[in-house]
């Protein structure tokens, strides 16, 4: 099944239905137009949102075990089609064929948890004070949920919420992002096939800010999560206080990387170049601020030299490459903003520190891996987040002094901390103040984490049955 098309139009009702008004997605390797999207009007989403409070009201009522049976369907169809998906996700966003054939599979993952999860949801019973008296509470869905999902994971992004929120028993409008709306209107093409009921899963296109203004507005969406820059979510935190929208947000980081004299080393490097190089350093969990002891600072910065110098720029589609593209060229611009900022503050720069000029792909959105030494808590680097492949590195002598640094944040979403030390490692998992630790590991997130951030880097939790949670609400019914 050929998924990739030139033309794409919004889902709704199970239909294709298109618009006047259009968009491009572009290839961020070739900066041509991969293909032309139609923006959803204000009368369509109307009518996707009416659809789907329609289909709410049949939806909820089907058991859990029926609701599963069309996820298991969408399940099976995306497994089939792995490798359609993960080219169109190379094609619209960068990122290595490797990369985007484990998100698909990630994605997948996301489905089955919900599933696991959803046919092991229960109620309780609740003892009265009174003798006559019985007290039920029941898990409910909300109803028609808004799903606003980002570019850099276009697919894992989708099923991690439209899963959860579909097994509880609630219907779903998809915004996604307009860089990279093709691989959720594959995955939409993939649910009608997959015999979803009419309205349960909506997909609306186009500008993000008008179209969830007016998902904001309307009375008929209970609940909107959304993951993207803290920025947007702290606009959508206060442009839902007009109806008391509910919210789950997952939003920026800016990832601490500690390590320790007493680490393996090679280790410590091996997980620096997961976490900061998986898409070009363009996720919410990767490591940003890199902190060194000075015992080991020298040959922690040249091992990591040594081992960025063999990383290869280029085509997503070439299995030889481990960075793509930048998904476009206003992220070049955060990025030279920040180093440029780093060394008029006095950073030392050991490598990279510019865009790559590929001779096959010209017009490409590539940046060297770059490394920063000698930075300080007054960098840009130091407090923005980054979303871009720059190591920004800082030396540190005590275990207190940089637990209050690596703190030292409004964003509270991972951290990651490398020692041999037993001790050490249970006092930073209690004085860390970030919602995801890694210690002495690069990639601690899968599907059954509870997934979410401290501080401003969002409120609420994705993944397993902490996903449930947050797409359901208690009633309380006394007999």
């Known amino acids: 099944m050929k998924l990739l098309k030139s033309k794409y139009a919004n889902i709704i009702n199970n239909k294709w239905i298109n618009s006047n008004s259009t968009f491009q997605v572009k290839n961020p390797l070739t900066n041509e137009t991969l293909s032309i999207v139609s923006s959803c009007t204000k009368t369509q989403l109307k009518e996707a949102i009416k659809s789907s409070q329609n289909a709410f009201l049949k939806w909820k009522k089907l058991s859990i075990k029926k609701r599963s049976t069309y996820l298991i369907n969408l399940f099976n169809l995306i497994k089939e089609n792995t490798e359609d998906l993960a080219e169109i996700i190379v094609l619209e966003q960068g990122k290595p064929i490797s990369e985007a054939i484990a998100e698909i599979n990630y994605a997948n993952a996301f ?115 959304f993951t993207g820059s803290t920025k947007t979510g702290k606009s959508l935190l206060d442009r839902s206080s007009t109806t008391i929208t509910k919210l789950s947000l997952e939003l920026g980081g800016h990832a601490p990387f500690i390590v320790f004299d007493d680490a393996d080393i090679e280790l410590a490097i091996t997980a620096a170049i997961q976490s900061k190089f998986r898409n070009c350093g363009q996720t919410c969990i990767c490591a940003n601020r890199f902190y060194i002891q000075d015992n080991i600072y020298p040959a922690f910065i040249e091992l990591l ?154 409120m609420g939790k994705e993944g397993g049955s902490y996903a449930l949670a947050e797409y359901t609400q208690q009633k309380y019914v006394s007999l």
Request: charged share 15%.
């Open 111 to 225: 489905i089955t948890s919900a599933v696991n999860a959803g046919l092991q949801l229960k109620g309780e019973i609740l003892y009265s004070h009174f003798e006559n008296k019985q007290g039920h509470v029941y898990n409910e869905p909300y109803g028609v949920i808004g799903c606003i999902t980002p570019w850099n994971f276009p697919a894992a992004m989708i099923t991690r919420k439209i899963a959860p929120a579909l097994i509880t028993g609630n219907t779903v409008i998809l915004k996604p992002s307009e860089l990279t709306p093709l691989t959720a209107l594959a995955l939409g093409e993939l649910a009608i096939k997959a015999g979803f009921p009419v309205g349960i899963l909506n997909i609306v296109c186009g500008d993000a800010l008008k179209i969830s203004d007016m998902i904001l507005a309307h009375n008929d969406i209970k609940k909107i999560s």
């Open 305 to 458: 030299h040594t081992k960025i110098k063999e990383l290869n720029l280029g085509n997503g589609l070439d299995n030889k490459t481990h960075l793509g593209p930048l998904i476009n060229q206003n992220a070049i611009k955060k990025i030279e903003d920040q180093i440029n900022d780093a060394l008029e503050k006095g950073a030392t720069l050991i490598c990279g520190g510019k865009k790559y000029n590929h001779k096959k792909f010209p017009n490409a959105h590539f940046f060297e891996p770059t490394i920063l030494t000698n930075c300080t808590a007054t960098m840009k680097v130091f407090t923005e987040e980054t979303f871009g492949p720059i190591c920004a590195i800082k030396q540190f002598k005590t275990e207190s002094g940089i637990i209050n640094e690596a703190n030292n944040s409004i964003y509270g979403l991972a951290a990651y901390a490398f020692t041999t030390n037993l001790k050490r490692t249970f006092n930073l998992s209690k004085e860390l103040n970030y919602s995801i630790i890694g210690i002495n590991d690069g990639t601690p997130s899968h599907t059954e984490i509870p997934f979410g951030g401290f501080n401003q880097s969002g």
